[in-house]
């Protein structure tokens, strides 16, 4: 069996090449694991539009979930049952684990003609909310979305240029933005 990292650098420098800044300019790989640390979940250069889910222990390939445009962004429900995601469609998207399938859809329709993406995304520990960055090129707010329908349901206003980060506990979201500043909401 071939090991994990030796696929993901095939996978990475196989990629096609694409006039896309957010493609950071080469091959990239981005990953995160579950909470309950048994999936890994992986997105390459060579397809972007795919999460590949990973059995942590056995190094074998699950399955992948097919995104409607290419990642930006992914964050674990707390149960590791589902995945939300920033795309470069200018939408934040919940994804089912085990089956791959589309839950909801959040898309944001841009301000102005600028170039536009959702930047980042935190699932809140209690699964209630989800937190989506502001869509570059739009505004620099964060959406409050609800985790089991997606509508929006509040919209926290601070940052004066763009919150690129986000980071959920208990009972606070801390951002930070290209303005320099981290915020404590």
Not at 10 to 17: G, I, L, P, R
Not at 38 to 44: D, G, H, I, R
């Amino acid at each position: 069996m071939q090991p994990v990292q030796d696929q993901l650098r095939n996978a990475a420098s196989a990629a096609a090449k694409v006039n896309d800044r957010l493609l950071f300019g080469g091959d990239y790989s981005f990953g995160r694991f579950s909470p309950d640390q048994k999936l890994l979940a992986v997105v390459t250069s060579d397809s972007p539009e795919s999460i590949r889910l990973w059995d942590v222990e056995t190094g074998k390939e699950l399955r992948r979930l097919k995104l409607k445009s290419r990642l930006i962004r992914l964050a674990f429900s707390p149960d590791s049952r589902r995945i939300v995601t920033t795309e470069r469609d200018i939408a934040a998207r919940l994804y089912a684990v085990d089956s791959g399938e589309a839950i909801w859809s959040y898309e944001i329709q841009p301000t102005n003609k600028s170039e536009s993406y959702l930047s980042a995304v935190a699932y809140c520990p209690d699964a209630n909310f989800i937190a989506v960055g502001a869509p570059i090129g739009s505004d620099e707010s964060i959406r409050l979305l609800d985790a089991v329908t997606g509508k929006e349901v509040g919209k926290l206003v601070g940052h004066t240029w763009k919150p690129w980060s986000l980071a959920a506990g208990r009972s606070v979201l801390y951002s930070s933005g290209w303005d320099g500043a981290v915020r404590r909401w």
